[in-house]
């Protein structure tokens, strides 16, 4: 079985490769812009930036952060322990901010019927660089205790 500190390193590489993948599909998509009617490739790009946006907002919150406090020995049981931790330690700006990440992915990853894609794919356009910031803030915060 692996130890607290391999679980960790693992989870810091899954979250950077994660971290990786969706900053190639928000490069595109802020290319692409916000418009009225999009191409089917346009689409196919908003799709995967808005999958990888989940994806990453889910390893962040449900594993890497997770990783970290099981290593660090905190017990938090709620997301919303772990966001006032978070916002304590100074690794991100406010506790409602990193909860309004896991809302979005909520959001993509239940597939609600949205009236405006519009709506979305600014929100995920808009929260990317904050999840980008978390990650770095987080990780290094890990790689100091390593």
């Known amino acids: 079985m692996k130890d607290l500190k391999e679980i960790l390193l693992d989870n810091i590489s899954l979250l950077e490769k994660s971290l990786s993948v969706l900053e190639e599909s928000y490069n595109r998509c802020r290319k692409i812009g916000l418009k009225d009617s999009y191409s089917s490739e346009e689409l196919v790009e908003f799709e995967a930036l808005t ?80 999840v980008f910031k978390i990650s770095d803030n987080v990780i290094n915060f890990a790689k100091s205790y390593l």
């Open 51 to 130: 999958s990888r946006f989940a994806r990453s907002v889910d390893i962040l919150t449900s594993r890497f952060i997770r990783s970290l406090l099981n290593y660090l020995r905190e017990e938090k049981r709620t997301l919303i322990d772990v966001a006032n931790y978070l916002e304590k330690l100074g690794l991100v700006d406010s506790a409602d901010e990193f909860l309004e990440l896991r809302d979005i992915r909520n959001l993509i990853a239940h597939e609600y019927i949205f009236e405006n894609l519009n709506d979305l794919f600014f929100a995920v356009l808009e929260k990317t660089p904050v």
